[in-house]
């Protein structure tokens, strides 16, 4: 059964840094590009950024474009999130899953940006 835990997030004032992880367990995987994604109060589940098996390729949504870096290390089976230069609009929960959001959603990990 593939579960996937985040973790790392806190309450930290604007302008600030958190370092998300997420284990995975369940599957292979450096067979998997990996996501993390977020959800804000009252709003949907977005794209926050996505890497390769490899770790090769990387893609970012605008927002967080140039402040937040995704990273793995497979033989960990950890995904990364660095998030620097925080703002209040980045306070979410942020989960982690599969690019193809394949399995099942974890708890998340709450990040609240104050300003």
């Known amino acids: 059964q593939v579960q996937l835990v985040e973790s790392g997030g806190g309450l930290v004032q604007a302008g600030g840094s958190l370092r998300l992880s997420c284990a995975a367990s369940g599957l292979t995987f450096r067979d998997y590009g990996m996501g993390w994604y977020r959800q804000a109060p009252g709003k949907g589940r977005e794209f926050v950024a996505s890497i390769n098996w490899s770790g090769t390729a990387r893609n970012y949504a605008d927002s967080v474009k140039g402040r937040f870096t995704i990273s793995r290390d497979n033989p960990k089976n950890t995904l990364y999130l660095q998030m620097n230069s925080l703002k209040p609009e980045d306070t979410a929960i942020y989960y982690c899953?599969?690019?193809?959001?394949?399995?099942?959603w974890g708890q998340g990990t709450q990040v609240t940006v104050s300003s």
């Open positions: 899953n599969t690019i193809s959001q394949s399995a099942r």
